[in-house]
Nanobody, 118 residues
Framework: VQLVESGGGLVQAGGSLTLSCAAS????????MGWYRQAPGRRELVAVI???????DYGGSAKGRFTISLDKSNNTIHLQMNSLKPEDTAVYYC?????????????WGQGTQVTVSS
C-alpha cells in the first residue's frame, strides 16, 4: 500500500485545516487507515477509521475538534481539524494497516507539516 498525503500548512490558532491521504496499491487488503503525529519526543495517535468507515477512534487531544472520514470511491481519508492550537503543531503521518497474520503490514506516508501559530 502506498500513501500520499496533502493539505498541511501554516494556520493561526483557532483556524482549520483539512489533511488528505490517498491510498494506492493493494487497497483491498486495508483494514484501517489513520493519522499519527510526531512532535519532539513522541508519536501519538490522532484518529483512525476502519476500511468500511463504520468505526472511528480518536486520540485524546483530537476528540471534539478533529473529524476523520473515508471516501471509499477513491481510497482517501480526510482529517478535518478545527479549533487548532499551537500544541497541534507537528508532522502528521498517514498510516494504513493492511493484511492479516504474517501478511500484516503497516504503511506510512511521507508526512505533512502542520504549524499553528499563536
Amino acid at each position: 500500500v502506498q500513501l500520499v498525503e496533502s493539505g498541511g500548512g501554516l494556520v493561526q490558532a483557532g483556524g482549520s485545516l483539512t489533511l488528505s491521504c490517498a491510498a494506492s496499491g493493494s487497497t483491498f487488503s486495508i483494514n484501517a487507515m489513520g493519522w499519527y503525529r510526531q512532535a519532539p519526543g513522541r508519536r501519538e495517535l490522532v484518529a483512525v477509521i476502519t476500511s468500511d468507515g463504520g468505526s472511528t477512534d480518536y486520540g485524546g487531544s483530537a476528540k471534539g475538534r478533529f473529524t476523520i472520514s473515508l471516501d471509499k470511491s477513491n481510497n482517501t481519508i480526510h482529517l478535518q481539524m478545527n479549533s487548532l492550537k499551537p500544541e497541534d503543531t507537528a508532522v502528521y503521518y498517514c498510516n494504513a494497516d493492511s493484511g492479516v497474520g504474517v501478511q500484516r503490514r503497516s504503511s506510512w506516508g511521507q508526512g505533512t507539516q502542520v504549524t499553528v501559530s499563536s
